[in-house]
């Protein structure tokens, strides 16, 4: 099949992002995800960015690189449900929290956190690590972070652990509102104050709470940096300044500071 057909042109599939399923150069079963022919940036690339700036926060995230494609970038996302021995089983939270996502609702953070305690194997590690997650969201923009973008691995006998980070976009021109909102109290607010108004609520301490943000925001801090080493233009990169450079990193470095 033709690359140009899966990135989309000729088709009509208008707004929607092409993907294939592929084996990459070590034999894994990947996800490749190509470019809209409507981007009006390199989303592909930021993706791949995402989730690299991700790993150095001290995120679990999907392995991801890129590939060229006749000259167009695709990003190659490892499947994390697949090993040599066979497939795990993995539900989203969406399907954890048994919500129809087909319906109007609001949900939170807290409530995947009860899940967590609930059904997970790990369950505090678990919950420290959505604490990370929720900062990093902040911090780059990803403000697509519905249920669907969440999931869980099974581990056995019903137990449940987090899986790795996914779905990971930068969005400059998004309203910096949260999809999944930190918890009812502070509605889509996508902003470092709210998640430190939950942490008691994550049982992760002030310290903690604390060390955990200034991880992750000096981790995204070298976004420029982790962008160039991936091959992206200074004008790609100034296509995502706003989602990187906002009020909430400077509200993070306040608290490293303290």
């Keep these: 099949m033709p690359s140009a ?25 990947s996800i490749g995800k190509f470019p809209s022919v409507q981007d009006q940036r390199a989303v592909t690339k930021g993706e791949v960015l995402a989730l690299r700036l991700a790993k150095r926060a001290g995120i679990n995230a999907a ?27 993995y539900i989203s939270a969406a399907t954890m929290l048994g919500v129809d996502t087909t319906m109007p609702g609001e949900h939170s953070y807290t409530e995947i956190v009860d899940a967590i305690r609930a059904h997970g194997s790990a369950a505090q590690v678990d919950i420290d690590e959505l604490f990370r997650r929720i900062a990093f969201s902040i911090l780059i923009t990803n403000v697509d972070d519905h249920l669907l973008n969440h999931g869980f691995l099974h581990v056995h006998h019903g137990q449940w652990q987090l899986a790795p980070a996914f779905d990971i976009n930068p969005f ?25 108004s939950v942490a008691a609520y994550f049982r992760v301490d002030d310290e903690r709470a604390r060390q955990i943000v200034h991880e992750v ?42």
């Design 63 to 89: 392995d991801a690189r890129l590939v060229d494609s006749d000259r167009v970038a695709v990003a190659l996302i490892h499947r994390f449900d697949r090993t040599e021995r066979g497939r795990i089983m």
């Design 172 to 196: 400059p021109d998004r309203v910096r509102e949260l999809k999944t909102w930190i918890s009812e109290e502070t509605g889509p607010a996508a902003s470092i104050e709210a998640l430190m």
């Design 5 to 29: 057909y899966l990135r989309g042109r000729g088709t009509s599939l208008g707004g929607l992002r092409p993907k294939c399923t592929v084996l990459d150069d070590d034999g894994r079963l």
């Design 217 to 258: 925001e000096a981790s995204v801090g070298r976004w420029r940096e982790e962008g160039k080493q991936l091959g992206m233009s200074d004008a790609e990169l100034d296509q995502f300044t706003d989602a990187f450079e906002h009020e909430e990193r400077a509200v993070a470095q306040k608290l490293g500071e303290g």
